[in-house]
């Protein structure tokens, strides 16, 4: 089975700030693992994923994220928080033979002018 | 990316009624199309999974009577909610996949949502 755990439901930074939202997961096999933003009565856009290879993995808008087995995690990063990046925030995980995605409870990011 | 398109965006209906949502893919084919459920300020939870001409699979306590999910074609998923209850408002995603050879584990594209409200 697996999981995803996001630590922080609620993350405020000022603009301009680091930005750092937590993943870790579970997963018994290798994990495919995701980054979703979701804005108000949205659905989900992708920010970015892992497969395999390089385990420091850029996406849209500025984000990044890298993947550390030994830590079984996967945290998002921007170097610098704009506005528009004020949403909601999923983690997800599923396994590599494409099963379904599960996700973690989200975390609410707030950026303060 | 790929656009998925889901339809309508939000729906008000009486209790007892029924109310269909329509999910499509609109440059793509989707062999597997799934259906999420989200309450408020909580995660998306799997209601079902359908792969085109096939029944869908039900994760646990999704009653598939309530929930009727047809995928007729490659671009089409329907998911209906009879006898509609107060109970049943919540925001319903859906999100399309398509096979590339035999690497399943493509990206799923999201639709916008549905907000449905049962009065």
């Known amino acids: 089975a697996q999981s995803v755990t996001q630590l922080g439901s609620h993350v405020s930074v000022s603009e301009g700030a680091l930005v750092l939202l937590r993943c870790n997961y579970s997963s018994s096999v290798p994990p495919y693992l995701f980054w979703y933003v979701q804005y108000p009565n949205q659905g989900l856009q992708l920010l970015l994923k892992?497969?395999?290879?390089?385990?420091l993995v850029k996406g849209i808008n500025g984000f990044e994220a890298e993947f550390k087995k030994s830590e079984t995690s996967f945290h998002l990063t921007k170097p610098s928080a704009h506005m528009s990046d004020a949403a909601e925030y999923f983690c997800a995980v599923s396994d590599r033979r494409g099963n379904k995605l599960v996700f973690g409870a989200g975390t609410i990011l707030r950026v303060k002018s | 990316g790929a656009v998925v398109s889901q339809h309508p965006s939000w729906v008000i209906c009486k209790s007892g009624t029924s109310v269909k949502i329509e999910c499509r893919s609109l440059?793509?084919?989707?062999?597997?199309m799934f259906w999420y459920r989200q309450f408020p300020k909580q995660s998306l939870m799997l209601m079902a999974t359908?792969?085109?001409?096939?029944?869908?699979?039900?994760e646990q306590g999704v009653e598939k009577d309530k929930f009727l999910i047809n995928h007729a074609s490659l671009t089409l998923s329907t998911l209906t909610v009879t006898s509609a209850h107060p109970e049943d408002s919540s925001f319903y995603i859906c999100?399309?996949?398509?096979?590339?050879?035999?690497?399943?584990?493509?990206?799923?594209?999201f639709g916008q949502g549905t907000r449905l409200t049962v009065v």
């Open positions: 892992y497969t395999t290879g390089a385990t």
């Open positions: 999100s399309a996949r398509n096979r590339q050879g035999q690497d399943l584990n493509t990206e799923a594209f």
């Open positions: 359908s792969n085109e001409g096939s029944k869908a699979t039900y």
């Open positions: 440059d793509f084919q989707a062999t597997t």
